[in-house]
């Protein structure tokens, strides 16, 4: 079977968009072809990489059709992961030749074939999709507030998340939906597109499996999936993982966060091609900001040096004073700032000193300014010092990178804990999850970690 797959997207999407269409290479059945249809801005249309994808899957064949976004020039758009390569879907049906198609947004991965999905029943439908859970996820007046922010939608009961759609192009262009979708554009919608696209197909659209459509935000959300009555049914598709995942908010996209729910299955597909420099430096990069936020790697880096400079005599170059006194590094250590109403003051018998009197000559600067970090970093290059002999310490991980954290790296997490609260000797660690989320549930030496380390949220939740 030969399946009509589109995405729309832009130059910064472009890996992302590879990554889907590799997932949907690796887990076709042996008697399904793609067809994939890529909408994006004119001028971006001679991309290697995704000529290496066509080229690489014989299942594979892979269409570029440009767009000229002077069309779309006055959309408004209210959410900052959106871009305006998402209106293009709405001109689908003057664009392609087939009756029918699959519509995936980039953002995803695809961890089945798609047989079954294309061959939903469509006649009587618009579009079908996947019932956008979060609208369940909030009150009966949070609901009825959005519904009145459409404007036109009766009820909410039809709408879908229209990351992954089945559109019967057919009927769409039969009705003149398209010209119905255009006359929306300018339409201060709060989900753009998604709005347009529920309001026009409102009575005309099919509700798929959640299989199809599973947001990863809610994998490790499965309790709060019940108790907000989504049906058993729904949970086991969620369970299984197996259809398509959709990384459909910001704190679950695995490019930006490693270790959230299902990052390691998008990981595992991207690693396809690890021999792309895309894909190195997206690697590297992300390696990086992981290591550059644990307090093991504070621990190295400080290590490897003969001085040790905190720049700024503030609340939190305070607070990381104490945790290097606390770990044996007082010989090392010096304060500095450039207010002269600090210079001369003394912290637990360390003088706080200009920065120029401090020698550059192997000493790590630790740039302790939490509102004005890229400011404060850019002062210390410019004052001579390499910015590999800088070290920015952020205060505290975003709540983000608690809640959304796979189980699987619970224990590594709470490792790094120990790090910042106990040092390098870490008394009280044990590498065994079950044993540490009872120690910290019955030993009354750890409560205070609760809040601080957002512990009801994750290695805490359920318990």
Known sequence: MRIPVVFATDKNYIFYTCVAITSLAKYAASDTEYNIYILIDEGDTDNLLLNKVDKRYSNI?????????EIFKNVIIN???????????????????????????????????????????MDEYYIAGCRDIWIDMISEEEREERRKRTGQIPSLKEYINAGVMVMNLRKIKEDKLD????????????????????????????????R????????????????????????????????????????????????CFAGSEWWNIASEWKEEKVYQEMKAGIEEKVEEGQWSYYMRRCRKYQKIAI???????????????????????????????????????????????????????????????DEVTEMLLQSSIDRENILVYIHSKKIECYIYLDEKYYINELKDIFYRERGSEMYGFQDDLYVMQRELLLNSEYQNWHDRYQMKNWILKGK
């Open 61 to 69: 064949h892979i269409q570029m059709i440009q767009i000229d976004k």
């Open 79 to 121: 959410n900052r992961h959106i871009t305006k390569a998402t209106f293009y879907r709405l001109v689908l049906s003057q664009l392609l030749n087939v009756d029918k198609c699959i519509y995936l947004d980039s953002d995803i991965l695809v961890t089945d074939d798609l047989q079954d999905l294309f061959s939903v029943d």
């Open 212 to 259: 199809w459509n599973i947001f990863t935000v809610f994998l490790g959300e499965l309790t709060s999936l019940r108790q907000s009555g989504i049906s058993e049914n729904v949970l086991i598709e969620y369970k299984e993982k197996k259809g398509i995942l959709h990384y459909a908010t910001l704190p679950v996209r695995p490019w930006k966060h490693p270790f």
């Open 179 to 210: 010209h119905i979708f255009m006359r929306h554009l300018e339409q201060n919608y709060l989900f753009e597109d998604q709005d347009i696209i529920n309001i026009c197909c409102y009575g005309k659209i099919k509700h798929l499996p959640a």
């Open 311 to 373: 720049f700024g005599f503030t609340y939190y170059g305070r607070m990381f004073c104490d945790w290097l006194l606390n770990n044996g590094f007082k010989s090392k250590l010096v304060i500095c700032d450039n207010d002269p109403k600090k210079k001369g003051q003394i912290y637990k018998g360390i003088h706080v000193i200009a920065l120029g009197e401090v020698g550059k000559e192997g000493t790590l600067f630790i740039n302790c300014s939490q509102r004005r970090s």
